[in-house]
């Protein structure tokens, strides 16, 4: 299993990142994929989820502004985030987990998402 996670930088509070996590290793189709995100000090965190159908699921703090997509053909899962606030400073990752224990042995390297002015 191999998880790649791109897209993350540094933006103005308001602005807007698109994350990617290019999957391979197992069969992507069939798993419902999420987004984590951790702060310095902090565990992992849900923030949304894909499931094979396309029904999604989103944390309370980033509902109205998160928006996750999946491109089964392409083995890749999106977060597009608009209206970032400080607080959603962290490092951003991809599992095909949604929902489940971070107690997982292929985490990528996460992309660093900053929001500050």
């Known amino acids: 299993v191999q998880l790649v996670e791109s897209g993350g930088g540094l933006v103005q509070p308001g602005g807007s990142l698109r994350l990617s996590c290019a999957a391979s290793?197992?069969?992507?189709?069939?798993?419902?994929m999420g987004w984590a995100r951790q702060v310095p000090g902090k565990g992992l965190e849900w923030v949304s989820g894909?499931?094979?159908?396309?029904?999604?699921y989103y944390t309370d703090s980033v509902k109205g502004r998160f928006a996750i997509s999946r491109d089964d053909a392409k083995n890749t899962v999106y977060l597009q985030m608009n209206h970032l606030k400080p607080e959603d400073t962290a490092v951003y990752y991809c599992?095909?987990?949604?929902?489940?224990?971070?107690?997982?042995?292929?985490w990528g390297q996460g992309t660093q998402v900053t929001v500050s002015s």
């Open positions: 599992a095909p987990r949604w929902g489940l224990s971070f107690e997982y042995d292929y």
């Open positions: 290793g197992f069969t992507f189709s069939n798993y419902a």
């Open positions: 894909i499931y094979s159908d396309g029904s999604t």
